[in-house]
């Protein structure tokens, strides 16, 4: 696979498992240095959150990320995120998450990147 780049994209949530907090007005605008990613992200409720991951040679993402939740809540929690790359260039990520706070639930989601 050739060189994986997030910086400077921009993501939207598609499809969250029903004890996710994000949805489809929250933006995660990513940043990239060599193997360090990191995004802030808000929208759907949350009023700001922050992750911060490592990048695989694949594109896989290894993250952390917290947030205020729409109740007010801080929130944490870890996510393993697989990369496809859609025909027409986009970047869709397949996430399996937990939370470190709350109910220590999982789910599953996808965010894909916003057509400029």
């Known amino acids: ?4 780049s997030y910086d ?3 993501f939207r949530s598609v499809a969250n498992t029903p004890n ?3 949805g489809g007005e929250t933006l995660f605008r990513y940043r990239q240095q060599g193997d360090l990613v990191w995004a802030s992200y808000a929208g759907n409720g949350i009023v700001e959150g922050h992750l911060i991951a490592n990048v695989a040679p694949d594109g896989a993402l290894d993250m952390r990320y917290h947030h205020r939740s729409p109740s007010g809540a801080l929130m ?14 986009r970047y869709r990520l397949h996430e399996d998450w937990q939370w470190t706070s709350g109910d220590m639930s999982r789910g599953q989601s ?7």
């Open 110 to 116: 996808i965010v894909e990147e916003v057509r400029k």
């Open 1 to 4: 696979m050739s060189r994986i």
């Open 20 to 22: 996710g907090e994000v």
């Open 8 to 10: 400077n994209r921009v």
């Open 76 to 89: 944490t929690g870890l996510c393993r995120s697989r990369l496809e790359i859609l025909p027409d260039g």
